[in-house]
Protein backbone atom coordinates (compact mmCIF):
# COMPACT_ATOMS: atom_id res chain seq x y z
CA UNK A 1 0.00 0.00 0.00
CA UNK A 2 2.86 2.28 0.80
CA UNK A 3 4.21 1.96 -2.73
CA UNK A 4 0.69 3.04 -4.39
CA UNK A 5 0.20 5.81 -2.00
CA UNK A 6 3.97 7.41 -3.06
CA UNK A 7 2.93 6.40 -7.17
CA UNK A 8 -0.13 8.63 -6.97
CA UNK A 9 1.18 10.77 -4.41
CA UNK A 10 0.70 14.73 -5.73
CA UNK A 11 2.11 17.62 -3.67
CA UNK A 12 0.03 20.59 -2.76
CA UNK A 13 0.60 22.99 -5.64
CA UNK A 14 2.72 25.55 -3.27
CA UNK A 15 5.11 22.71 -2.35
CA UNK A 16 8.24 22.06 -4.31
CA UNK A 17 8.85 18.14 -3.71
CA UNK A 18 11.52 16.49 -5.66
CA UNK A 19 11.83 13.74 -3.74
CA UNK A 20 8.00 12.69 -5.28
CA UNK A 21 8.40 10.20 -7.93
CA UNK A 22 7.41 11.22 -10.79
CA UNK A 23 6.48 8.22 -12.39
CA UNK A 24 3.29 8.50 -11.29
CA UNK A 25 2.96 11.01 -14.51
CA UNK A 26 4.24 8.38 -17.13
CA UNK A 27 1.08 7.91 -19.08
CA UNK A 28 -0.32 11.01 -18.44
CA UNK A 29 2.21 13.29 -20.06
CA UNK A 30 1.64 15.14 -23.01
CA UNK A 31 -1.62 14.27 -22.68
CA UNK A 32 -1.38 10.39 -22.43
CA UNK A 33 -0.15 8.03 -25.07
CA UNK A 34 -3.26 6.54 -25.92
CA UNK A 35 -4.34 9.57 -27.45
CA UNK A 36 -5.74 8.38 -30.87
CA UNK A 37 -3.66 10.60 -32.57
CA UNK A 38 -0.20 9.23 -30.99
CA UNK A 39 -1.23 5.88 -29.79
CA UNK A 40 0.36 4.25 -32.32
CA UNK A 41 3.50 6.71 -32.55
CA UNK A 42 6.62 7.15 -31.11
CA UNK A 43 7.44 10.50 -30.08
CA UNK A 44 9.52 12.37 -28.22
CA UNK A 45 7.21 12.61 -25.34
CA UNK A 46 7.69 8.94 -25.00
CA UNK A 47 11.16 8.83 -24.70
CA UNK A 48 10.58 11.28 -21.94
CA UNK A 49 8.32 9.65 -19.94
CA UNK A 50 11.10 7.15 -19.36
CA UNK A 51 12.75 9.67 -17.32
CA UNK A 52 9.61 10.03 -15.14
CA UNK A 53 10.89 6.19 -14.30
CA UNK A 54 13.96 6.86 -13.54
CA UNK A 55 15.29 4.70 -16.68
CA UNK A 56 18.85 6.50 -16.90
CA UNK A 57 21.74 5.32 -18.60
CA UNK A 58 22.26 5.71 -22.24
CA UNK A 59 18.79 7.42 -22.44
CA UNK A 60 20.07 9.58 -24.70
CA UNK A 61 21.43 7.24 -27.50
CA UNK A 62 18.45 5.06 -26.89
CA UNK A 63 16.08 7.93 -27.30
CA UNK A 64 17.71 8.74 -30.38
CA UNK A 65 17.65 5.22 -31.68
CA UNK A 66 14.34 4.77 -31.13
CA UNK A 67 13.14 8.39 -32.75
CA UNK A 68 15.74 8.33 -35.48
CA UNK A 69 15.79 4.31 -36.30
CA UNK A 70 13.08 1.84 -35.05
CA UNK A 71 10.30 4.20 -34.83
CA UNK A 72 8.25 2.63 -38.04
CA UNK A 73 8.55 -1.06 -36.54
CA UNK A 74 7.67 -0.27 -33.18
CA UNK A 75 4.69 1.22 -34.39
CA UNK A 76 3.88 -1.83 -36.29
CA UNK A 77 3.62 -3.40 -32.94
CA UNK A 78 2.07 -0.86 -31.33
CA UNK A 79 -0.71 -0.79 -33.72
CA UNK A 80 -1.56 -4.11 -33.17
CA UNK A 81 -1.88 -3.55 -29.27
CA UNK A 82 -5.94 -2.82 -28.43
CA UNK A 83 -6.84 0.76 -27.19
CA UNK A 84 -9.00 -0.70 -24.85
CA UNK A 85 -9.07 0.13 -20.94
CA UNK A 86 -6.88 -3.14 -19.15
CA UNK A 87 -9.70 -3.61 -16.67
CA UNK A 88 -12.25 -4.03 -19.92
CA UNK A 89 -9.73 -6.92 -22.26
CA UNK A 90 -10.03 -10.58 -21.48
CA UNK A 91 -7.37 -12.67 -20.47
CA UNK A 92 -7.44 -14.55 -23.62
CA UNK A 93 -6.17 -11.27 -24.96
CA UNK A 94 -3.57 -10.74 -23.39
CA UNK A 95 -2.18 -14.50 -24.06
CA UNK A 96 -2.19 -13.64 -27.80
Keep these: MTALRTYF ?3 AADQHELATFTGRRFERLDGGGDRSD ?5 TAADVLALTLLKIGGELGWLGLDLLENRAAEIC ?3 ARVPQT ?4 VSTDEYDA
Design 9 to 11: HEP
Design 38 to 42: VASVV
Design 76 to 78: EYL
Design 85 to 88: AMHL
